[in-house]
């Protein structure tokens, strides 16, 4: 008796693995497609662990000592005007001064946290360890700008407790302050970027802190109220953006300012916004990274 003939179909056959993922047990990802999906949470919030624990593990040198310099700045600045200087908008002296040495310390905390850390990188050639793994320009954007926004969050906290209870220091628009800050932290944290991916060399880096960092901060109103300034000195001081962020700050704590808060609001989102896409638009390029 003849055995029945076995047939086998093309669907019943081993099928070899499509490729795509790891092991071959996913299907094959069309072109661009990354198997993280959209966004990369694990490589983003490891790159953000990252950066914040860069200023918590030396907090003594990233908290301490910027409360040390803004306790030298009140106390100088005490000693040496407050007697003889009456109010300014209403309130004392060292009401409309504690806002400016607030802000102007975050920013240059959140400028450090990100350029620092790029420079570092750099320098030291291990950048290769940030820019290998699968993480998007933007993602690397948002990573080290997260970053600088904690840091800058984390010393306003600390400088805050400390004024309120060494000078009473009010908070009369608690959202715009934080608002403001936020901003303040996301700009110069981006600027931060920028300084930290176009230098090659910390001469660079310091170049860039002295004669660019430094006098948009002490320029800006932050010891002084600009009213009192030349009309010539005035228009400079209202292209400065980071005097719409000192005088936000100020609008949040003590409830007056030289400029409409609105109008700051406008400045500071839109610079903010540029600096973000120019930060996203070197990661792209790899500008000065991949070179």
């Not at 407050?82 to 607030?102: E, K, N, Q, S, Y």
């Not at 620092?116 to 699968?134: A, E, R, Y």
């Not at 959202?175 to 660079?204: E, N, P």
């Amino acid at each position: 008796m003849t055995a029945p003939m076995q047939t086998t179909s093309a669907s019943s056959a081993p099928q070899e693995p499509t490729g795509g993922g790891f092991g071959g047990d996913q299907q094959g990802l069309a072109m661009g497609v990354r198997r993280f999906g959209r966004w990369n949470w694990l490589g983003l919030v490891s790159l953000i662990r990252r950066e914040v624990l860069r200023f918590t593990v030396v907090w003594t040198q990233t908290l301490l000592a910027p409360l040390a310099t803004a306790a030298l700045f009140l106390t100088i600045f005490a000693l040496a005007i407050g007697p003889t200087r009456g109010d300014v908008m209403g309130v004392p002296f060292l009401h409309f001064l504690a806002p400016g040495i607030l802000t102007m310390t975050v920013i240059q905390n959140a400028f450090t946290n990100t350029s620092s850390s790029i420079m570092v990188s750099k320098v030291q050639g291990n950048i290769v360890d940030t820019l290998m793994p699968p993480l998007s320009p933007l993602e690397l954007t948002v990573g080290y700008m997260v970053g600088g926004v904690a840091r800058g969050l984390v010393v306003a906290s600390v400088i805050w407790v400390a004024l309120a209870i060494t000078v009473g220091l009010p908070m009369v628009h608690p959202l715009a302050t934080l608002t403001f800050v936020v901003l303040g932290a996301l700009m110069l944290g981006g600027i931060g970027v920028i300084a930290g991916i176009y230098s090659q060399k910390f001469d660079q880096m310091a170049a860039i802190t002295n004669f660019v960092i430094t006098p948009l901060s002490f320029l800006s109103g932050t010891f002084y109220s600009v009213e009192t300034l030349p009309a010539w000195f005035r228009a400079l001081t209202h292209v400065n953006p980071v005097f719409y962020l000192i005088d936000g700050v100020r609008f949040g704590v003590i409830g007056q300012s030289d400029s409409a808060p609105l109008l700051g609001l406008a400045v500071v989102g839109a610079t903010t916004a540029a600096i973000v896409f120019a930060c996203w638009r070197m990661f792209t390029l790899g500008t000065r990274l991949k070179s």
